[in-house]
Structure formats: C-alpha cells, structure tokens
C-alpha cells in the first residue's frame, strides 16, 4: 500500500451548497483511499489526504459539476 500524499486543488465553490457537494462525493471514498478532506470555502480550496492519484481525486471532484484543478502534491 503506498503512503497517503496531500493533494491540493483549486475548486470554483460560491457557497455552503458548494462545499457540501464536495464533501459528499469525497466523503464517499473515506476508507477506500481517503483519508482526510479539508475545504476552504473562501480560498477557494480543497486538500485531500489520500492514496488515490491526484487525477482520481479530480475526476471524483469534477463529478460535481464544479470547475477544479490539481495544485499540488505533497
């Protein structure tokens, strides 16, 4: 199993509706993969600790309809 990495995205989120949707579909892959999400709503970010690739993740964020970008792994 690898190690957990810290992905950062740049998520376009104009409310609590927005990050909640977040939160659900990456909710759903807590104890498959992730293992910590944390969403600034005002930054505009989200970090995911996660053994998933960056591009998974995306791909999971995107199913919300919102526009996102991979910044960083850590």
């Known amino acids: 199993m690898s190690e ?3 992905h950062e995205y740049t998520v376009k989120m104009t409310c609590e509706g927005c990050s909640g949707a977040i939160q659900r ?3 759903k892959l807590e104890g498959k ?3 910590k999400i944390e969403i600034d709503l005002k930054g ?3 970090k995911v600790v ?3 690739s960056a591009e998974e993740i995306l791909e999971v964020i995107k199913k919300t ?3 996102a970008a991979h910044v ?3």
Request: aromatic share 0%; charged share 25%; no cysteine.
């Open 4 to 6: 957990p990495k810290t």
């Open 25 to 27: 579909v990456l909710g």
């Open 33 to 35: 993969g992730v293992d």
């Open 44 to 46: 505009q970010k989200v």
């Open 50 to 52: 996660s053994t998933l």
């Open 65 to 67: 309809g919102k526009e």
């Open 72 to 74: 960083s792994t850590t």
